[in-house]
């Protein structure tokens, strides 16, 4: 049987259609949902289905008209790109490729949308200005949608009143391209038909953004701003704090990385230590290696923690260490250096940077003596290690206090507050600094 991809498509024979490529970089993609049923036809520039990778969601448009005879993988199911996903029958169409379109208004990022969108039409319901709107309680935004809201300038607030046709309330990039189209009729609605209260209202400020060389930002760059945008947005954000004694630990460390390097050939660098540390303490308080779905917590069955990497071009990239808590020092270390190598090189692979169910970001690489973490969604709380610094501290003694030079390094825990409380997030973060500040004997590695 014959293949075929959505720029390639077999005229007048059953043939098998491929997940297309979605981007270099992307290997596999999640179908979200099937839009055209077995043995039901369909017109070109119809949308097939929907599918999610990591970093957008995609809309796989028919380019002819044709009939779907077969589907081959199911909703929720995880598909390597270029792989058969169903068997179509497509049919002679002197219409322009709709793939082709869409290439093009996703390459143009300053083009507006016009009717040659691949966005099929639907119907929105006008809203008159001054009148009430009804506005979608926990609606999910995907990056996709993020960026086609910024280009047109859309909060989200305005995103939340747009009618959605996707499963589950789900809002696609068609009713967004629709609703732009019908002239943003919910754009000036007013929640409600009352007087403006006394709170505090949101100023329309005209900020002087000065002059200087513009630098554009690249793609990894863009996905970041969007990331953090959206965790902030997303999780109300709570920050505890802890101070650690890591002299136990420095020295020790002094005392036992040549040897370590010399009879097993890995560098023994502190954030092993830290990973192991962590990893002991999720045991003990494991509501920490969660996250949040709707109304559901989902407490993680596996301890990945994600380390924080700068790349080459000042990016950022986060690498994870698999299976944390069932490791020992050794194997810690070497996956620690080898993603972190791989980070340095640009070689790591996507599933190396995904899974990770706990974040730990090493502030302190920079100099800085501690940070304010923004959580790496979809998890709820990341730890910010600081610089390790000497010193004088008082000490508690059997003969009474003294003074004496310490390696002193503050922890930093952000938190969502809707999953993770006070005491949940102070007990782990002094757990991990115990952890941190215990003593080892110097045979232990």
């Known amino acids: 049987m014959k293949k075929s991809t959505s720029s390639s498509p077999q005229i007048g024979v059953e043939s098998e259609f491929l997940l297309p490529k979605m981007g270099q970089s992307i290997t596999e993609a999640t179908i979200i949902q099937w839009h055209v049923a077995e043995n039901e036809h369909f017109e070109e520039g119809d949308v097939l289905l929907e599918v999610a ?12 008209p044709g009939k779907l005879i077969k589907q081959l993988e199911a909703e929720q199911a995880v598909v390597p790109v270029e792989q058969a996903i169903a068997i179509v029958h497509f049919e002679k169409s ?5 793939a082709t379109e869409k290439k093009q208004e996703d390459n143009t990022s300053t083009k507006k949308y016009t009717k040659k969108s691949v966005a099929p039409k639907t119907s929105v319901p006008a809203v008159d200005v001054g009148t009430t709107y009804t506005t979608r309680s926990n609606i999910y935004i995907s990056p996709l949608i993020e960026q086609i809201a910024r280009r047109h300038h859309i909060s989200f607030e305005e995103l939340a009143r747009i009618p959605a046709t996707g499963s589950n309330g789900r809002l696609r990039k ?18 409600v038909a009352t007087p403006v209260s006394s709170g505090f209202q949101v100023p329309d400020l005209k900020f002087d953004k000065g002059t200087g060389t513009i630098i554009e930002m690249d793609r990894m760059r863009q996905m970041i701003a969007d990331h953090m945008v959206y965790s902030k947005h997303t999780s109300p954000h709570v920050t505890a704090y802890v101070e650690a004694d890591l002299t136990e630990m420095v020295n ?33 308080f494991p509501n920490i290696n969660s996250s949040l779905d709707g109304k559901n917590i989902i407490v993680k069955d596996e301890v990945n923690i994600g380390m924080a990497t700068a790349l080459p071009t000042g990016n950022l990239i986060v690498p994870v260490v698999r299976n944390a808590d069932k490791k020992n020092l050794l194997e810690l270390a070497t996956d620690t250096n080898a993603l972190a190598e791989k980070a340095r090189n640009n070689n790591l692979t996507g599933d190396e940077i995904k899974g990770s169910t706990f974040t730990i970001s090493n502030v302190g690489t920079f100099g800085s003596l501690m940070g304010t973490p923004i959580i790496n969604q979809p998890e709820v709380a990341i730890l910010a290690t600081g610089v390790i610094k000497k010193k004088a501290e008082v000490i508690e003694g059997p003969e009474g206090d003294k003074i004496e030079i310490r390696s002193m390094m503050y922890l930093s825990l952000s ?27 110097k045979e232990e590695f």
């Open 252 to 284: 020790w460390r002094n005392a036992v990385k040549g040897p370590f390097q010399e009879k097993y050939g890995q560098r023994l660098t502190f954030t092993p230590l830290f990973v192991e540390a962590v990893a002991k303490a999720i045991k003990e």
């Open 415 to 441: 938190f969502d507050h809707r999953v993770v409380d006070g005491y949940l997030a102070g007990s782990f973060l002094r757990r991990v600094a115990d952890y941190m500040e215990a003593p080892r004997n």
């Open 94 to 98: 002197s219409k322009t490729s709709v």
């Open 174 to 191: 068609s009713d967004v391209f629709a609703y732009i189209e019908a002239g943003r009729p919910a754009q000036f609605a007013q929640p």
């Open 53 to 64: 990778t990591d970093k957008v969601d995609n809309e796989v448009v028919a380019p002819a």
